[in-house]
């Protein structure tokens, strides 16, 4: 609507102040705060609405794990499917503000609502017959696999540059990496691999939101500069035209995030469940692609990848040696064995993830 009134002031003359204020609509920058307060605003009138319709229909709550650490017993009761609250912010900012003629951003926002649809149904499954496992784990990372392709797929044929099949590395100027159609499978990857690490991350109140809106933070500006041919060259990064637009979509998410964390705060409210977790993760691991930084997202998103891979070393070492690394997997859960409190353990890896962020960004000038 405000791309076609600024079209419709440029045909009538003398309404050059009504022109100039709707010209601020043509800037990401002010796109982007928008999309951040209607996030916001969405979740924070609509969340009491939706966490009372989700605990009135399931009833018992998220199923609670009598394996793990014996303090989350007292959460048993918590609605879960909180992610649902995060999407709908998401949705209605990006709607709202985002450019509609920009492809890059249906395609994040399909991965995003593809990932989260995933874990709905795997949340379902489990409210539904109590338990703590929902559907199969092959046939879960099938789905999410075929998602994953279709959108990088498409995110190569949109941008047809040679650079489109290429892995850039940080720190270097001219370093890149020749996948050819690989890539679409390596992207594929990294969107996989980027959604059910922050979903392994999901296991304490506030503990998943706040790093991944950090990373969202970070990868706007990414964003913001990549898709603006003045900046990249001047950073010397891939410029990928258009891509700034997801500067927006990163904003709503922002904005939706905030809203959440109100009511995840501890004690939380609602949980985030596989509906949020794996829906975000999916939408950094695409906007990584996107943008041509996938490898700066494994710094950025370190916290997601070392809770990824303290699951992976866990698994690994009990079947080899029948002995495990850590007290218990993820490693927040292990840190809870130790001794550390939930506040504390939430904090420190806040603080963790602020470091990973500014260490990432930095790969954007030390080069």
Not at 297 to 321: D, M, P, W
């Given at each position: 609507m405000f791309y076609w009134l600024i079209d419709l002031s440029n045909t009538f003359p003398g309404v050059g102040g009504v022109r100039t204020v709707l010209n601020v609509f043509r800037y990401i920058t002010f796109r982007t705060g928008g999309a951040i307060v209607t996030g916001a605003l969405f979740v924070f009138l609509f969340g009491p609405w939706i966490i009372d319709h989700l605990r009135i229909r399931q009833g018992k709550g998220q199923p609670i794990r009598t394996d793990g650490p014996q303090s989350h017993l007292a959460k048993k009761g918590t609605p879960t499917m909180g992610g649902l609250m995060i999407l709908s912010g998401l949705t209605v900012g990006t709607v709202l503000w985002c450019n509609p003629l920009n492809p890059y951003v249906w395609i994040v926002l399909a991965v995003t609502l593809g990932f989260g649809f995933v874990g709905?149904?795997?949340?379902?499954?489990?409210?539904?017959?109590?338990?703590?496992?929902?559907?199969?784990?092959?046939?879960?990372?099938?789905?999410?696999?075929?998602?994953?392709?279709?959108?990088?797929?498409?995110?190569?044929?949109?941008?047809?540059?040679?650079?489109?099949?290429?892995?850039?590395?940080?720190?270097?100027?001219?370093?890149?990496?020749?996948?050819?159609w690989f890539f679409v499978v390596f992207g594929a990857f990294v969107i996989v691999g980027a959604g059910n690490a922050v979903n392994l991350t999901d296991g304490l109140d506030g503990l998943a939101i706040v790093p991944v809106m950090i990373a969202t933070a970070s990868f706007a500006m990414i964003a913001y500069l990549a898709g603006n041919a003045v900046f990249a060259d001047y950073l010397q990064i891939k410029y990928v035209a258009g891509t700034g637009e997801l500067a927006v979509l990163c904003g709503a998410l922002l904005g939706a995030g905030l809203g959440f964390l109100w009511f995840n705060a501890p004690p939380a409210s609602i949980f985030m469940g596989d509906t949020g977790s794996l829906a975000l993760g999916g939408m950094l691991g695409s906007i990584a692609v996107a943008v041509k930084h996938e490898i700066v997202l494994a710094v950025i998103g370190g916290l997601f990848v070392l809770e990824a891979v303290s699951v992976i070393v866990q698994v690994v070492s009990f079947k080899l040696t029948g002995k495990r690394i850590f007290r218990m997997a993820p490693i927040h859960h292990h840190f809870e064995q130790l001794g550390w409190t939930e506040p504390q353990i939430v904090i420190r890896f806040w603080i963790i993830s602020v470091m990973l962020a500014l260490a990432g960004l930095s790969t954007l000038k030390l080069r």
């Amino acid at each position: 609507m405000f791309y076609w009134l600024i079209d419709l002031s440029n045909t009538f003359p003398g309404v050059g102040g009504v022109r100039t204020v709707l010209n601020v609509f043509r800037y990401i920058t002010f796109r982007t705060g928008g999309a951040i307060v209607t996030g916001a605003l969405f979740v924070f009138l609509f969340g009491p609405w939706i966490i009372d319709h989700l605990r009135i229909r399931q009833g018992k709550g998220q199923p609670i794990r009598t394996d793990g650490p014996q303090s989350h017993l007292a959460k048993k009761g918590t609605p879960t499917m909180g992610g649902l609250m995060i999407l709908s912010g998401l949705t209605v900012g990006t709607v709202l503000w985002c450019n509609p003629l920009n492809p890059y951003v249906w395609i994040v926002l399909a991965v995003t609502l593809g990932f989260g649809f995933v874990g709905f149904y795997d949340d379902y499954l489990k409210v539904t017959k109590q338990t703590t496992s929902g559907f199969g784990g092959k046939l879960r990372l099938l789905i999410e696999a075929i998602i994953a392709l279709a959108a990088c797929y498409a995110l190569v044929r949109l941008n047809r540059d040679p650079a489109s099949t290429a892995l850039t590395i940080p720190f270097l100027k001219d370093t890149v990496l020749h996948f050819g159609w690989f890539f679409v499978v390596f992207g594929a990857f990294v969107i996989v691999g980027a959604g059910n690490a922050v979903n392994l991350t999901d296991g304490l109140d506030g503990l998943a939101i706040v790093p991944v809106m950090i990373a969202t933070a970070s990868f706007a500006m990414i964003a913001y500069l990549a898709g603006n041919a003045v900046f990249a060259d001047y950073l010397q990064i891939k410029y990928v035209a258009g891509t700034g637009e997801l500067a927006v979509l990163c904003g709503a998410l922002l904005g939706a995030g905030l809203g959440f964390l109100w009511f995840n705060a501890p004690p939380a409210s609602i949980f985030m469940g596989d509906t949020g977790s794996l829906a975000l993760g999916g939408m950094l691991g695409s906007i990584a692609v996107a943008v041509k930084h996938e490898i700066v997202l494994a710094v950025i998103g370190g916290l997601f990848v070392l809770e990824a891979v303290s699951v992976i070393v866990q698994v690994v070492s009990f079947k080899l040696t029948g002995k495990r690394i850590f007290r218990m997997a993820p490693i927040h859960h292990h840190f809870e064995q130790l001794g550390w409190t939930e506040p504390q353990i939430v904090i420190r890896f806040w603080i963790i993830s602020v470091m990973l962020a500014l260490a990432g960004l930095s790969t954007l000038k030390l080069r």
